[in-house]
């Protein structure tokens, strides 16, 4: 079941500009992360937030987690071209598995469309 | 280099047929998962496995089957049984629970003819 919706579903600015995505979801969670994919590629991890942090940075990356409203946000400051991709948000459940790894539930994507 | 590999890049079957997307990391991970994609969509989990020889339903398991015997490998066989398998195919693979980034292959995209 998909957990994670974004928000808005295509976004499209000019170079320079920021841009800010959003993710809701409807349980508790152990952690959330936001992944990138380039058209037909696989997806690449950029940042987690755990479920007692509140904001986290990482290079132009700003994203901020709000656990009473089951929401978080992704901002990409000065964009660039090559920030043109789908991103996703993904949440892990506060039921840790046993053993290795992360069961993580992901949304539908934003896309984003960054212009020269 | 450390990574994920996923072959073939681009897959045809026939109805009717099973087919296998193979998935190799060299990453020591001990967790792997599968998740396929549709056009416009976010990934759906249809198998993982946390260990060698052990392997869990994901939410869309119905008409695919895995297997985990090394731990490098974590084959996906899309069989006849499954309804619609045309998609984009995602292995991922993940260390321990205090490393709970997964790092994805580059996929298998399987059209059915």
């Known amino acids: ?116 | 280099d450390g990574g994920i590999t996923q072959s073939p890049k681009y897959l045809f079957r026939k109805e009717g047929q099973n087919v296998t997307l193979s998935c190799e990391q060299n990453l020591n991970h001990d967790a792997m998962y599968w998740y396929r994609q549709d056009p416009g969509q976010g990934l759906r989990l249809i198998y993982y496995s946390q260990i060698v020889n052990d392997f869990q339903k994901g939410d869309i398991a119905e008409g695919y089957s895995v297997s985990r015997e090394k731990k490098e490998s974590f084959p996906l066989t899309v069989t006849s049984a499954q309804k619609n398998p045309t998609a984009f195919y995602l292995c991922a693979s993940s260390g321990r629970m205090d490393q709970a980034e997964q790092f994805f292959g580059p996929g298998t995209r399987l059209t059915v003819l």
């Not at chain 1, 590629?41 to 990482?58: D, Q």
């Not at chain 1, 409203?69 to 660039?80: E, H, P, V």
């Open chain 1, 1 to 116: 079941s998909q957990q994670g919706e974004e928000d808005p579903q295509a976004l499209s600015i000019q170079e320079g500009e920021n841009a800010t995505m959003n993710c809701s979801y409807k349980t508790s969670i152990n952690n959330l992360q936001w992944y990138r994919q380039n058209s037909g590629r696989g997806l690449v991890h950029l940042i987690l937030i755990r479920s007692n942090e509140r904001e986290k940075h990482s290079g132009r990356l700003r994203v901020t987690l709000d656990t009473s409203k089951k929401s978080s946000s992704l901002l990409i400051t000065a964009s660039r071209a090559a920030d043109t991709a789908s991103y996703f948000c993904a949440t892990a459940g506060s039921s840790i598995l046993t053993g290795g790894g992360n069961k993580l539930t992901f949304g539908t994507g934003t896309q984003l469309k960054v212009e020269l």
